[in-house]
Nanobody, 124 residues
């Protein structure tokens, strides 16, 4: 139901854009988030839109470099990543949740549906 795409390889300082397209969901009624998981590390919150709310939420460490946006008509959420760093290397996942309170928006377990992930590799 969630399809992430757009990953790939990049050099440090480059930009990449990811897309997450949902099917079978009333898209605007879901909180949509991006998470990432690097090898040997826990899944980490990146950014999210709370349902029915256009205000984005970001991981503090990524604010200013990463931008989340959404197109409800296309059932798609985007993640624009600028000034990429080698530590951004990870599998990036999009996720959706129907009833996520604000205090849990950064918690992976709060989300009900997950895409398959897309690899982003940044070399120095």
């Amino acid at each position: 139901q969630l399809q992430a795409s757009g990953g790939g390889s990049a050099q440090a300082g480059d930009s990449l854009g990811l897309s997450c397209t949902a099917s079978g969901l009333a898209f605007s009624g879901y909180t949509i988030g991006w998470f990432r998981q690097a090898p040997g590390k826990e899944r980490e919150f990146v950014a999210a839109f709370k349902r029915y709310n256009s205000n984005p939420y970001y991981a503090d460490s990524l604010r200013g470099r990463f931008t989340i946006s959404r197109d409800n008509a296309r059932n798609t959420v985007y993640l624009r990543m600028n000034n990429l760093k080698p530590e951004d290397t990870a599998i990036y996942y999009c996720a959706a949740g129907a009833r996520i309170i604000t205090s849990r928006i950064r918690i992976a377990d709060a989300y009900d549906y997950w895409g398959q992930g897309t690899q982003v590799t940044v070399s120095s």
